[in-house]
């Protein structure tokens, strides 16, 4: 695109220079990190900033606000981010949220959630991925599962955010995902997704996605309306949007507004579904390129493939045959032999990734399905030494 980029990470893992220069930051001291960036932007003029993911959007505002530059502010970007205060700046617009509540693990649980009712989904304040979210239909399950997402965010570098979670009513129906963009407040919606798996719990990992929807007009009218809604309570005016709900009957329900786009390998679904990079409407957006129309053509898939226990991958098979099912586009095996998968509610991460592209979502679903059925994967547990 002829936009020459600065990359500003941990720099945990190797950054390829013949595409992008590093800064080093830690994204734990924002206020360091800000120093880092405004030092290379003396000799640098940027045009633009991105935030690649939740855990850099706050430092993305901030970025933005010292260097005179579009994106959300501050304020708005924390909402994004902090599932408590989202919902409390929801009730407050008016806009339909389930029963919650924030405890403390400071304090006794059992007093905190009596009255509460059962079932309900406990979860962290401000991680993505669906990682610790738990249903629990009594208290027993609601004890336990407080226990075990304790230690997945004892590091939060935000004592808050680490000692406290959120308790929501539990919800039935049927999930979706919004893709869209916002430009000077107006909202426009790339894609919406239908989340065809059913999502009970007790966790709830995301798997399939299909498009377009098959819900009614109707339906996909009241979905718009609500992260429309959310995106003016959170005053939120630029940049993408990865708006996920909840369909109960004929209400949608708000489940996160996130300023950023669909995660990790996903993004790739909507290039086959459009013929658009996602990530290239993203560099336009935030350094004032117009943007192309985009437009979903046929039907597309994808299916994250599930981690279906944690232990060491040693090895996997039928990738070439899965590869030719009819309308599947690719198949990516991302964890590597000999890597540690952990599953739900701990991790984070999938195997893999299936693609397809076909006339309807119905055969898109159908082809991701069978290519999973031919895949197979040998998983040893893994034994530690105390």
Avoid at 46 to 61: P, R
Wanted: proline share 6%; with cysteine.
């Amino acid at each position: 695109m002829g936009v020459a980029i600065d990359i500003a990470s941990p720099g945990k893992h190797s950054l390829v220079r013949e595409l992008a220069e590093g800064l080093h930051i830690d994204l734990n001291d924002p206020g360091e990190a800000l120093d880092v960036i405004c030092s290379a932007a003396r000799s640098v003029s940027y045009n633009g900033v991105i935030a690649t993911d939740d855990a850099a959007v706050e430092l993305a505002a901030l970025t933005a606000s010292k260097l005179g530059l579009s994106f959300n502010s501050v304020h708005s970007s924390r909402l994004a981010r902090r599932k408590d205060l989202a919902r409390n700046c929801l009730r407050q617009a008016g806009i339909p949220v389930p029963q919650h509540q924030l405890i403390s693990l400071a304090d006794d649980l059992v007093t905190q959630i009596e009255g509460f009712p059962f079932p309900c989904v406990i979860k962290p304040l401000n991680l993505s991925a669906s990682r610790g979210v738990i249903r629990a239909n009594n208290l027993p399950e609601f004890l336990t599962a407080c226990e075990r997402i304790r230690p997945l965010i004892a590091n939060q570098a935000d004592l808050f955010e680490r000692s406290h979670l959120l308790v929501e009513a539990y919800i039935d129906g049927f999930e979706v995902a919004l893709e869209g963009f916002l430009c000077q407040g107006k909202l426009s919606v790339l894609a919406l997704f239908d989340k065809p798996d059913p999502m009970v719990g007790p966790f709830f990992e995301e798997t399939y996605y299909t498009t377009p929807s098959r819900l009614s007009s109707d339906v996909q009218h009241r979905i718009l309306e609500r992260v429309t809604s959310a995106c003016e309570a959170y005053e939120l005016v630029e940049g993408p949007v990865h708006a996920e709900l909840r369909v109960s009957e004929d209400e949608a329900w708000i489940l996160e507004v996130a300023v950023r786009t669909i995660g990790g390998e996903c993004g790739h679904l909507f290039t086959i579904a459009s013929g658009q990079a996602l990530e290239s409407l993203v560099i336009a957006n935030a350094v004032g390129l117009p943007l192309p129309d985009v437009h979903i053509k046929g039907a597309a898939g994808v299916l994250m493939i599930p981690i279906p226990g944690s232990g060491m991958l040693r090895e996997f098979n039928g990738v070439d045959v899965a590869q030719a099912v009819r309308y599947v586009e690719e198949v990516r095996i991302i964890a590597p032999v000999g890597h540690e998968l952990v599953a739900l509610p701990e991790g984070s991460s999938y195997l893999g990734f299936i693609f397809s592209k076909a006339d309807t979502p119905e055969q898109a679903e159908a082809a991701l399905l069978q290519a999973h059925e031919i895949l197979s994967f040998k998983i040893d547990p893994v034994w530690r030494i105390s």
